[in-house]
């Protein structure tokens, strides 16, 4: 029998959603300010999967353009239905007074990884949005109802209402049809029909150490609902030195084999802080059901860092390779890379100097507007890599280089740049809740012509940067940097929740308004 290690997706992947059909499973997770919006996975056997797709790659379907960190794409939702893939997903505005701007909408495809169309406005009465095709063939969109007085629970229970895939749009009277466990912050909702009740998984608990995968049943898909007597269905609370912990928000499948299964995500901390520098990532477990209910197959509870599969003995049991190698060849770059907020557009070329990606300087980091930046999510905790570069750059406001990104009010930042008594270069600056410092002071000179190395490398809680002239022969640059800075649970300290992950990228500033370039020859991403 092979076996699943858990995370089976690594890394800022959360909030997921699963599909079957036929032999494929598909994922999808949420994205937030990352761009193209959603990431969909591909597997045979539920252990082996491929990033395939994002489907919402044009501004027409996504602009984030503006949209704080921790906004965009919340809690994507797939199904298939009639040779039809439908995509539900939430475009948060805004979400950091007591309510939130959230609106959701619907796209299709016939190819999972072909053009998705252009999105149906759905509704904007709160966020996690998911579409129930019922037997009878009529469709029911489902997410949870935000409650504005501050007198009552923001997370006021779950809607439900008819979608009409004819007038594209919602008909019909909108409804609660559960109000939750009483567990707190009742969300993530999706419906399911087996052996004669429809099934309403939810998350609650809230996104932190509580989280939760919650189930209710009813004979009627209106209500009322009841909650399971295994009740919650996922959580990792009582475990609090499991290796996965904050398990919630999950999704149900069925397998080619009969087999029953949930994904949902989870975090691992490191340090006595119980920080989480990978962000929230997706974890699959097997369920059984007894006397008409769902619950774990592993008899503690416990969530599982191992996870038997069966009906997989004859796949590859090879751990997926993640090293990454872009040399900018090609006329495209790495589905692993993702821009902030929107495309990059006209602010990054392939051709200008071929072999090359030539990034042209926008705002600075700390922009919710129109940075120049692409990163890939950072999926092991310890990880190597290093970037080839070469820019001339023209004043202190022309800036380039190697970044560890949370967001835009907490990163690392080794830069090329050009100060008027030195010269060209090289400098470190570090955000931490946009308390910002630059531990190299004015940096280190560095030759005006031929390129530079740099490279970042993680060692769990600990990270370093490097760099090279000849890109045989590394230094150090500045101190050992402490990871855990780029984590959700770090944002807490200040009352402010976040929900994404780290990311290792290359960027360019050129806050003059001059658009100067600075130019890229490799991107090499290496776990350790």
Same mark, same amino acid.
């Given at each position: ?74 809690? #994507?939702? $797939?199904?298939?239905? =009639? &040779?039809?893939? +439908? @995509? ?100 993530? #909702?999706? $419906?399911?029909?087996? =052996? &004669?009740?429809? +099934? @309403? ?328």
């Amino acid at each position: 029998m092979a076996h699943a290690t858990n995370p089976i997706l690594p890394g800022f992947n959360p909030d997921p959603s699963i599909l079957r059909v036929g032999e494929d499973y598909y994922i999808a997770t949420s994205t937030f300010e990352w761009f193209p919006g959603v990431q969909i996975h591909h597997s045979r056997d539920l252990i082996h999967w491929e990033l395939i797709a994002r489907p919402l790659n044009r501004q027409s379907q996504l602009d984030m353009t503006g949209e704080k960190a921790s906004c965009g794409v919340w809690a #994507p939702c $797939l199904s298939y239905s =009639d &040779g039809l893939f +439908y @995509l539900i997903f939430t475009d948060v505005k805004s979400y950091d007074g007591y309510i939130w701007d959230a609106h959701n909408y619907l796209v299709t495809a016939k190819d999972i990884c072909g053009d998705w169309s252009d999105p149906v406005y759905l509704n904007s009465s709160g966020f996690d949005p998911s579409l129930f095709h019922d037997r009878d063939g009529r469709k029911w969109l489902v997410n949870m109802y935000a409650d504005p007085r501050l007198y009552h629970n923001k997370f006021g229970g779950i809607v439900m209402q008819e979608y009409s895939p004819q007038e594209k749009r919602l008909v019909g009277e909108a409804k609660i049809i559960s109000k939750g466990s009483g567990m707190s912050c009742t969300e993530g #909702p999706h $419906l399911y029909w087996h =052996d &004669g009740y429809y +099934y @309403l998984m939810a998350a609650e608990g809230g996104t932190g150490y509580a989280h939760a995968v919650s189930l209710f049943r009813s004979k009627k898909l209106e209500g009322p609902y009841e909650t399971s007597p295994n009740h919650p269905l996922i959580t990792a609370a009582p475990w609090v030195d499991g290796t996965i912990q904050k398990a919630g928000h999950g999704s149900l499948v069925e397998a080619a084999n009969g087999r029953w299964y949930v994904v949902h995500l989870g975090s691992r901390p490191v340090t006595s802080e119980r920080l989480c520098i990978l962000g929230r990532e997706t974890c699959i477990e097997e369920v059984v059901w007894e006397d008409g209910w769902l619950k774990l197959k592993n008899p503690d509870g416990k969530p599982q860092e191992i996870l038997e599969i069966a009906g997989t003995e004859t796949l590859d049991s090879t751990p997926v390779c993640r090293d990454m190698t872009e040399t900018f060849d090609g006329d495209s770059w790495s589905i692993h890379f993702q821009s902030l907020r929107h495309g990059l557009g006209a602010d990054a070329s392939l051709t200008e100097r071929k072999g090359w990606l030539r990034l042209y300087g926008r705002e600075s980091l700390y922009s919710d507007f129109h940075q120049t930046l692409l990163a890939r999510r950072q999926q092991s905790f310890f990880c190597q890599v290093t970037t080839k570069m070469e820019m001339n750059p023209g004043d202190i406001q022309h800036q380039a280089g190697l970044v560890y990104f949370y967001d835009n009010q907490s990163f690392y930042y080794c830069f090329v740049t050009r100060d008027e008594s030195r010269g060209k270069v090289l400098n470190l600056l570090c955000s931490a809740l946009r308390r910002y410092s630059m531990p190299l002071g004015d940096g280190i000179s560095i030759p005006e012509d031929g390129p530079v190395w740099l490279r970042l490398e993680t060692k769990k809680e600990l990270a370093q940067f490097y760099w090279s002239l000849d890109g045989e022969t590394y230094q150090e640059l500045g101190p050992a940097l402490m990871a855990g800075v780029l984590s959700d649970d770090y944002y807490n300290r200040d009352g402010q929740m976040r929900f994404t992950g780290a990311f290792i990228g290359i960027c360019a500033q050129d806050i003059s308004g001059q658009r100067r370039y600075a130019d890229f020859d490799e991107f090499v991403y290496r776990e350790l």
